[in-house]
Nanobody
Framework: QVQLVESGGGLVQAGGSLRLSCAASGSIFSINTMAWYRQAPGKQRELVASVSNYGSTNYADSVKGRFTISRDNAKNTVYLEMNSLKPADTAVYYC??????????WGQGTQVTVSS
């Protein structure tokens, strides 16, 4: 069994910054892709950013230049540094990890609210 625990969400004013963290624990041999998704009220869950186990990154167009994803493989942890936040970034942010052999796992979600 694998658990993903997120932290770092909260309320911030437009233009501010937040840093999300997600730590994986449990029966982990290795983790392939780690990513952050988000879901705003009434909208589908969407990919925000992903990072491979080799460090290759991918970003949604809406966050390019503002968000940075990184990971610490030794700690099985992924981070999302969010700068220049906008009200449109308000959503529940979910951590995702594809664990070798075990498959995909999701975190419980952390709320990010950006006020105008």
């Amino acid at each position: 069994q694998v658990q993903l625990v997120e932290s770092g969400g909260g309320l911030v004013q437009a233009g501010g910054s937040l840093r999300l963290s997600c730590a994986a624990s449990g029966s982990i041999f290795s983790i392939n892709t780690m990513a952050w998704y988000r879901q705003a009220p009434g909208k589908q869950r969407e990919l925000v950013a992903s990072v491979s186990n080799y460090g290759s990154t991918n970003y949604a167009d809406s966050v390019k230049g503002r968000f940075t994803i990184s990971r610490d493989n030794a700690k099985n942890t992924v981070y999302l540094e969010m700068n220049s936040l906008k009200p449109a970034d308000t959503a529940v942010y979910y951590c995702y990890a594809y664990v070798s052999v075990a498959g995909p796992y999701w975190g419980q979600g952390t709320q990010v609210t950006v006020s105008s």
